[in-house]
Structure formats: structure tokens, C-alpha cells
């Protein structure tokens, strides 16, 4: 029981965590257009998401084919060096690859552009960060993570609108987010580091 709720947990705060960035976009579409476009943008963000949770899976199942579990371990470098990115150097501007990106696609399907930013926007970070967390997990816990998971991006998806309306929320998620997800990344880089035995197996070569 205390295992669950332990995955239930930390699924919904890394995927919060990094959907930090995507909600400072939401903000942005969803002020940006009219009401009529909102549930592009919704589904958008949905499938967008969905789609990025799917590789992540993809990737994880693919690599727990690899026989020694603390060389997988080392992907937990991945997030443990994206977190340090993060805590000194900051993020990259999206507002700015937002405006290009829109200007670029502006005859095309709102749609389609929704879900291109939902998954190009931080795909690969996302990813990094899913992967190494999926293959920490037994069969049952990842079924779950996985179901966590999508609860949340529909909880996003439906309440989306409604957060991006909080006053100056863009505001904030610029100026925190950066230690949020520091923190997130530096933290699960270390738990995957550990959990894998890989630590332990580097200390036993010393």
C-alpha cells in the first residue's frame, strides 16, 4: 500500500512538474484565441501529452531489455544533468519559439499546432525524465504510474483553461519553475542512480 501511494505520488509530481512549461503556453493560447479555438487547444495539449507519456513507455521498455540493471541506471545521469542545466543556467525562452512557431503554422490546423507544441515544446526533457523513472518500475507500479499519468494530462486538459486564467500566473511560472524542475530532475536523476544499484555497483569498482 505505502508502495502505491508512493508511485501514485511521485507520477503526479513529475508530471506536474514538467508540465510547468506547457501550462505557461497554455496560458499564452488560450488568451491568444478566441473561445471557438479552446478546444482545439484543449485537445490538443491532450493528445500532444499522451503522445509524449507513449515514447517515453516506448523507450523504457525497450531499454529494460538491457540485462544489467545498474548500466541502466546511468540514464538517471540524463535527469540529474538536466536538473543542474536548470538550477544554473534557467530554461530556454518558449514564449519566443511560441511566437515562431505560430507565425510559421498560422494557415494550418490549431490542432495540429497544439499538439506539435505539447510535444516539441519540452519533448526530449520530458522524456529524459519519464524513462529513467518508467524502468525503476515493476509491471503493476508501471501500470499504475501509467494511469496516474493520464489522469493528470486530462485533469490538465479540462482545468487548463481555468488555471491559465489565474491572475498573473505567467508571471510566476516564469520565475519558479526553473527550481521546480530542478529540483524534480535533480531528485528523480539521484533516486534512479540509486534505486538501479548503480552507485553501490561504481563504489564496489573504487
Same mark, same amino acid.
Given at each position: 500500500?505505502?508502495?502505491?501511494?508512493?508511485?501514485?505520488?511521485?507520477? *503526479?509530481?513529475?508530471?506536474?512538474?514538467?508540465? /510547468? &512549461? !506547457?501550462?505557461?503556453?497554455?496560458?499564452?493560447?488560450?488568451?491568444?484565441?478566441?473561445?471557438?479555438?479552446? $478546444?482545439?487547444? *484543449?485537445?490538443?495539449?491532450?493528445?500532444?501529452?499522451?503522445?509524449?507519456?507513449?515514447?517515453? $513507455?516506448?523507450?523504457?521498455?525497450?531499454?529494460?531489455?538491457? =540485462?544489467?540493471?545498474? @548500466?541502466?541506471?546511468?540514464?538517471?545521469?540524463? #535527469?540529474?544533468?538536466?536538473?543542474?542545466?536548470?538550477?544554473?543556467?534557467?530554461?530556454?525562452?518558449? &514564449?519566443?519559439?511560441? &511566437?515562431? $512557431?505560430?507565425?510559421?503554422?498560422?494557415?494550418?490546423?490549431?490542432?495540429?499546432?497544439?499538439?506539435? @507544441?505539447?510535444?516539441?515544446?519540452?519533448?526530449? &526533457?520530458?522524456?529524459?525524465?519519464? *524513462? =529513467?523513472?518508467?524502468?525503476?518500475?515493476?509491471?503493476?507500479? /508501471?501500470?499504475?504510474?501509467?494511469?496516474?499519468?493520464?489522469?493528470?494530462?486530462?485533469?490538465?486538459?479540462?482545468?487548463?483553461? *481555468? @488555471?491559465?486564467?489565474? #491572475?498573473?500566473?505567467?508571471?510566476?511560472?516564469?520565475?519558479?519553475?526553473?527550481?521546480? $524542475?530542478?529540483?524534480?530532475?535533480?531528485?528523480?536523476?539521484?533516486?534512479? !542512480?540509486?534505486?538501479?544499484?548503480?552507485?553501490?555497483?561504481?563504489?564496489?569498482?573504487?
Amino acid at each position: 500500500m505505502v508502495n502505491m501511494f508512493s508511485v501514485i505520488i511521485n507520477s *503526479t509530481v513529475i508530471y506536474w512538474a514538467t508540465a /510547468l &512549461d !506547457l501550462l505557461k503556453l497554455l496560458a499564452i493560447l488560450y488568451v491568444r484565441f478566441d473561445k471557438k479555438s479552446h $478546444l482545439s487547444i *484543449t485537445l490538443g495539449q491532450i493528445i500532444g501529452s499522451f503522445a509524449l507519456v507513449v515514447v517515453s $513507455l516506448f523507450f523504457a521498455v525497450i531499454l529494460k531489455l538491457v =540485462p544489467e540493471e545498474w @548500466i541502466l541506471g546511468l540514464l538517471g545521469l540524463i #535527469p540529474l544533468g538536466l536538473g543542474i542545466k536548470y538550477l544554473f543556467f534557467g530554461d530556454d525562452d518558449d &514564449d519566443e519559439e511560441l &511566437d515562431e $512557431l505560430l507565425q510559421k503554422r498560422k494557415n494550418k490546423s490549431l490542432l495540429g499546432t497544439v499538439i506539435i @507544441i505539447s510535444f516539441a515544446s519540452c519533448g526530449a &526533457d520530458n522524456i529524459a525524465l519519464f *524513462t =529513467p523513472f518508467f524502468m525503476t518500475l515493476s509491471a503493476n507500479n /508501471l501500470l499504475l504510474s501509467i494511469i496516474i499519468f493520464a489522469l493528470n494530462i486530462l485533469i490538465l486538459g479540462l482545468l487548463g483553461k *481555468t @488555471i491559465a486564467k489565474i #491572475p498573473h500566473l505567467h508571471d510566476v511560472l516564469e520565475k519558479y519553475s526553473r527550481w521546480i $524542475l530542478a529540483f524534480v530532475y535533480i531528485i528523480l536523476g539521484i533516486m534512479v !542512480l540509486l534505486e538501479s544499484g548503480t552507485v553501490s555497483k561504481i563504489l564496489s569498482f573504487l
